[in-house]
């Protein structure tokens, strides 16, 4: 701890690493502890909804 | 926010239509906020335990 | 399972109750499971960022 | 409830099996509440970045 | 990781001790590895919800 | 979405503005999408279990 768990759609490797770097930057910075884990979540477009509609429905309209 | 995040079994599109949909309604009434975010998480029968079986086991019984 | 989680702003005990069982009907609806569980979490305006500022701080504008 | 959630790396089945039969037999003891259910997420080397470096840049190494 | 999440009610620091030290036990052994973080979660009754309702209103039943 | 969830210990609110803030500038670059929730979560010292022991127990020592 601490352990950061970050939703998003799906990314390439290369922007993994610059996030993974880069988050763990900020929480070291601010809470001053070495020990930081970086979860990547990757989600479908037909699973997250925003406002009522799926953002598979969204990206078709 | 708010999110809502809902662990389940894998369902088809349709019914993730129907889900976020009437989710959001649900949560657009009781919080009086408008934009409201919903997670689907699709779990496979052999990563999820009941009463300690996999409900993968359980199915077969 | 399933399992909804809620993240949202603090709720006074009625609305828990109303968010609580109308989630649950929406979610017997679509899955066709009876055992559903909700999980509502409560967040204060100062552990919640939007578009990279605190809420409690939006709040004040 | 309780539930528990666990973030691993990809495991064998009956890894998950002895996982869910073990923790659960824990949560029993300790909450004396019967209904668990157990979660298992896993989690590939690219989604995991410990102390700023992805899982799969450090197995490479 | 593993990281272990166990939500559920309030307990006493002593359950707590023995519930992390015995979820660790069966993690160590089940992924062969050694760095463990267990994370307790004690929710409120009048923030879950079984099969429509609040914990709260099952108690006063 | 995306939406980063940080789990630490408890930190002051001056704390919580920089984090929410680096946060969302390291998401909104690597994701190139403006819109990010920022979810802190301060866990008490008798609530984390590390490799076993609860982190109260290891201060202490």
Same mark, same amino acid.
């Given at each position: 701890? %601490? !352990? @950061? !768990?970050? &939703?998003? %759609? %799906? @990314? =390439?490797? &290369?922007?993994?690493? $610059? #996030?993974? =770097?880069? #988050?763990?930057?900020?929480?070291? =910075?601010?809470? =001053? @502890? $070495?020990? @930081?884990?970086?979860? +990547?979540? &990757? *989600?479908?477009? $037909? *699973?997250?909804? +925003? *406002?009522?509609? #799926? #953002?598979?429905?969204?990206?078709? $309209?």
């Amino acid at each position: 701890m %601490p !352990t @950061i !768990t970050v &939703e998003g %759609p %799906p @990314i =390439k490797v &290369e922007q993994k690493r $610059e #996030l993974v =770097k880069k #988050l763990t930057d900020v929480a070291v =910075k601010v809470y =001053k @502890i $070495e020990h @930081i884990t970086v979860l +990547i979540r &990757e *989600n479908s477009s $037909e *699973n997250v909804g +925003i *406002n009522g509609q #799926l #953002l598979l429905d969204r990206k078709r $309209e």
